[in-house]
T-cell receptor
């Protein structure tokens, strides 16, 4: 079945550093790739998404890149802040469902 | 994810009881999804519904689980005869035609 590999599973950075999370997906027909941030005890919050007609999208400190040929997409967070600490999930659309990665726990220390 | 309303937020049930989780989609959204999250894992798709129709239930366990989205009122995820393995966070999400999916804050089910 469809799946997505997400790396790393944990990531610790110093405040102000950049963080990069990478995902590789299986379904070459997918056209939609969202990223979600989940804080403890809360629901996943959509932070950015990209559709397959573009290779990169940026929103302030957050950017996502997509390489459809290689089936890779990545989340880039610049100038990290302590409030960026959370679990981040990549996902891709397979039919009517979103298929999620297992998550990356990002810790930003000040 | 403000706008997708789920209740209850926390639910404790004894083995064998029934659990009912409710979800009101974001205003203007007619598509509802249910996902389950086990501890320290990603979210797993369960079911996709539109008003009065189950569109895709490929992720639903074959027994004890059912979902509905009636013409009036919230979507309901129903788990009959709960077992310990049903303990998880259940998330509802909604979207409009453009498939950007927003999640609610979740319902945490604990089976004792």
């Amino acid at each position: 079945g469809e799946n997505v590999e997400q790396h790393p599973s944990t990531l610790s950075v110093q405040e102000g550093d950049s963080a990069v999370i990478k995902c590789t997906y299986s379904d070459s027909a997918s056209n939609y790739f969202p990223w979600y941030k989940q804080e403890l005890g809360k629901g996943p919050q959509l932070i950015i998404d990209i559709r397959s007609n573009v290779g990169e999208k940026k929103d302030q400190r957050i950017a996502v890149t997509l390489n459809k040929t290689a089936k890779h997409f990545s989340l880039h967070i610049t100038e990290t802040q302590p409030e960026d600490s959370a679990v981040y999930f990549c996902a891709f659309q397979a039919g009517t469902a979103l298929i999620f990665g297992k998550g990356t726990t990002l810790s930003v220390s000040s | 994810n403000a706008g997708v309303m789920q209740n209850p937020r926390h639910l404790v049930r004894r083995r064998g009881q029934e659990a009912r989780l409710r979800c009101s989609p974001m205003k203007g959204h007619s598509h509802v999804y249910w996902y389950r999250q086990l501890p320290e894992e990603g979210l797993k798709f369960m079911v996709y519904l539109q008003k009065e129709n189950i569109i895709d239930e490929s992720g639903m366990p074959k027994e004890r689980f059912s979902a509905e989205f009636p013409k009036e009122g919230p979507s309901i995820l129903r788990i009959q005869q709960v077992v310990r393995g049903d303990s998880a966070a259940y998330f509802c999400a909604s979207s409009n035609m453009e498939n950007t999916i927003y999640f609610g804050e979740g319902s945490w089910l604990t089976v004792v």
